[in-house]
């Protein structure tokens, strides 16, 4: 390693799910070679930074209190994208990397890694199925060992059960809510018991309806940060199978990186480039379309996040090596 002392900057707007990706990769590199994590949190873009970008115009740097220079610089989401302007010109020696689709900012980084079902292409791209996570086979074990005494109080088959919410292409109307209300009452109905949590995303009237079974023994709510410290990867950990809306790429490569079967539950609106990501979870054998049944099945966990890891600490490495650092 160089004189930067393998210091990785993971950098997103800090929303959990956008950091998560970033954040998730930069663990499994550091598996693989010496870093330092240090998680920044940017602003999003404004209009100056949008304006600038469309006029080809540089964007000055500015000052904060991330003064030492990173080795390896991991970004997600639009902040992390715009920011990467800025600190390509504070830090011209980094190894720069993007999850997710950089858009015409693809030449920005060393490094693209992005969902299989963007479509991105280039040299520097890596397709990955689904998006890069913090799945790994220890944070489960030890997360589920975390929760062990409330997980023990509920009956078998468990089934963890992620709920999204509203996007540009979906929809939770009243027709998504009732299909999501009639997919709980029949699990229930078939004995099986429910590890529910829902995103930041979900609507009022989904939290609405999931309060309605708060109180029922054969479930566990989760109804955010208020109430206390995280199960998710314990649910996924436990889970005998997992349901999830199908509007959300990150609640699906999870599960499926849990290596539990998975049963999408379909919502409103349009799925468009995200069809072919559920195609290609059933093609794969990792889901299926829920059709009422508790379904379950042998499933290898997907380990995209660890092959996209391996891939870039041997490109950094190898432009280590190649600057004589």
Same mark, same amino acid.
């Given at each position: 390693?160089?004189? =930067?002392?393998?210091?990785c900057?993971?950098?997103s707007?800090?929303r959990?799910?956008?950091? %998560?990706?970033?954040l998730?990769?930069?663990?499994a590199?550091?598996?693989?070679?010496?870093?330092?994590i240090?998680?920044? +949190?940017?602003?999003?873009?404004? $209009?100056?930074?949008?304006?600038?970008?469309l !006029?080809?115009?540089?964007?000055?740097?500015?000052?904060?209190?991330? %003064?030492?220079?990173?080795?390896?610089?991991?970004?997600?989401? =639009?902040?992390?994208?715009?920011q990467?302007?800025?600190?390509?010109l =504070?830090?011209?020696d980094?190894?720069?990397v993007?999850?997710?689709?950089?858009?015409?900012?693809?030449?920005?980084?060393?490094?693209?890694? @992005?969902?299989? +079902?963007?479509?991105?292409?280039?040299?520097?791209?890596?397709?990955?199925?689904?998006?890069? %996570?913090?799945?790994?086979?220890?944070?489960?074990n030890?997360?589920?060992?975390?929760?062990s005494?409330?997980?023990?109080r509920?009956?078998?088959?468990?089934?963890?059960?992620?709920?999204g919410?509203?996007?540009?292409? +979906?929809?939770?109307?009243r027709?998504?809510?009732?299909r999501?209300?009639?997919?709980?009452s029949?699990?229930?109905e078939?004995?099986?018991? !429910?590890?529910?949590?829902?995103?930041?995303r979900?609507?009022?009237?989904?939290?609405?309806?999931?309060?309605?079974?708060?109180?029922?023994p054969?479930? $566990?709510?989760?109804e955010?940060?208020?109430?206390?410290?995280?199960p998710?990867?314990?649910? !996924?950990?436990? @889970?005998?199978?997992?349901?999830?809306?199908?509007?959300?790429?990150?609640?699906?490569?999870?599960?499926?990186?849990?290596?539990k079967?998975?049963?999408?539950?379909?919502?409103?609106?349009?799925?468009?480039k995200?069809?072919d990501? +559920?195609? @290609?979870?059933?093609?794969?054998?990792?889901?299926? $379309?829920?059709?009422?049944?508790?379904?379950? $099945?042998?499933?290898?966990?997907?380990?995209?996040?660890?092959?996209?890891?391996?891939?870039l600490?041997?490109?950094?490495?190898?432009r280590?090596?190649?600057?004589?650092?």
């Amino acid at each position: 390693m160089n004189q =930067r002392n393998g210091l990785c900057h993971v950098v997103s707007d800090g929303r959990r799910g956008i950091e %998560n990706q970033a954040l998730g990769l930069a663990e499994a590199v550091m598996r693989r070679i010496p870093l330092t994590i240090e998680v920044r +949190h940017v602003p999003r873009p404004t $209009w100056r930074d949008v304006l600038a970008r469309l !006029l080809g115009r540089p964007v000055a740097p500015r000052a904060d209190e991330h %003064n030492t220079a990173p080795a390896l610089w991991i970004g997600a989401g =639009r902040a992390a994208l715009y920011q990467a302007r800025r600190d390509r010109l =504070r830090y011209p020696d980094a190894f720069f990397v993007y999850v997710q689709d950089p858009g015409p900012m693809a030449d920005l980084f060393d490094l693209v890694i @992005a969902p299989e +079902h963007d479509g991105v292409t280039g040299d520097n791209v890596v397709s990955t199925l689904g998006s890069t %996570n913090r799945i790994t086979r220890e944070r489960l074990n030890e997360e589920k060992a975390r929760f062990s005494e409330h997980i023990a109080r509920l009956p078998e088959p468990r089934i963890a059960v992620l709920i999204g919410g509203p996007s540009k292409r +979906h929809r939770f109307d009243r027709a998504t809510i009732g299909r999501i209300r009639e997919a709980l009452s029949g699990l229930r109905e078939a004995g099986a018991s !429910l590890m529910i949590t829902a995103s930041r995303r979900s609507p009022p009237a989904v939290h609405a309806m999931l309060k309605e079974l708060r109180d029922e023994p054969d479930v $566990w709510l989760w109804e955010g940060d208020s109430a206390g410290d995280n199960p998710y990867f314990a649910f !996924l950990a436990a @889970a005998d199978s997992i349901l999830v809306t199908a509007d959300s790429t990150n609640m699906l490569t999870e599960a499926v990186s849990a290596g539990k079967p998975v049963m999408m539950l379909e919502v409103g609106g349009s799925d468009g480039k995200f069809a072919d990501l +559920h195609d @290609a979870l059933v093609a794969r054998g990792y889901g299926c $379309w829920f059709m009422g049944d508790v379904e379950s $099945w042998p499933v290898e966990p997907l380990r995209e996040t660890d092959r996209a890891a391996e891939i870039l600490a041997t490109r950094f490495l190898a432009r280590e090596k190649k600057r004589g650092a």
